[in-house]
């Protein structure tokens, strides 16, 4: 469960186009779950982009978190 929880907040941080904190949630499940097969074609697209533009991602342990969410009414 808790991994399907950290691809579902890496998923919705993709969206957000918060890489850099869903590198952090793919991570973990992959920690917990090593052949996460959903965590890992993750991880490696949010690489590939940080590679595509020349930038270098956040190692491991060095991820942000996510930013708060400000639901507008």
């Known amino acids: 469960a808790l991994v399907e929880?950290?691809?579902k907040r890496g998923l919705?941080?993709?969206d957000a186009r918060q890489y850099a904190s869903a590198l952090g949630d793919y991570r973990k499940a992959l920690k917990l779950e090593p052949n996460?097969?959903?965590a890992k074609k993750w991880?490696?697209?949010i690489v590939g982009?940080?590679?595509s533009?020349?930038?270098e991602y956040p190692k491991?342990?060095?991820?942000?978190?996510?930013l708060p969410f400000d639901k507008k009414t």
């Open 5 to 7: 929880a950290y691809n």
């Open 43 to 45: 991880l490696d697209q």
């Open 49 to 51: 982009i940080y590679e």
């Open 36 to 38: 996460n097969a959903e």
């Open 53 to 55: 533009i020349n930038r």
């Open 60 to 66: 491991e342990g060095e991820e942000p978190p996510p």
């Open 12 to 14: 919705a941080l993709t």
